[in-house]
């Protein structure tokens, strides 16, 4: 697959955390201009070295919880991100060969919880 670009959607500012709360950044992937359902080989080692991505940005603990939607939808998978700032998050996630193949498209949101709720 050929390399695609396209801006991802990034929140900017860092809203204001109520005591007991966490931000978190919530990465959305969306089916970008090279999605295919078709199964190729190219398509498998794509999906892949996507895996490979999430478990090492897991295995360092910035990226907490993660998976695919189960239906067929734009939205194709959701993560959190424990980390600094919307970009930390935007760079982690542009750095996923699925996105830097234009497979997959990138968004990332502040999100609120509360402190302790996630592993």
């Known amino acids: 697959m050929k390399k695609v670009a396209r801006e991802p959607v990034q929140a ?4 204001e955390v109520p005591e007991g709360m966490a931000v978190y950044y ?8 090279a999605w295919t359902a078709e199964q190729t080989p190219e398509v498998e080692r794509l999906q892949a070295a996507h895996q490979a991505h999430l478990r090492r940005l897991r295995e360092s603990g910035k990226l907490v919880i993660m ?8 939205i194709r998978g959701v993560s959190v991100f424990r980390v600094d700032s919307p970009e930390e998050a935007l760079a982690l996630m542009t750095s996923d060969p699925a996105v830097q193949t234009g497979r997959l498209v990138c968004e990332v949101h502040p999100w609120m919880a509360p ?5």
Do not use: C, H
């Open 67 to 74: 998976g695919p939607l189960l239906d067929d939808g734009q």
């Open 12 to 15: 900017t500012a860092r809203p």
């Open 115 to 119: 402190r302790g709720i996630l592993p």
């Open 26 to 33: 919530l990465g959305l992937l969306l089916r970008g201009p």
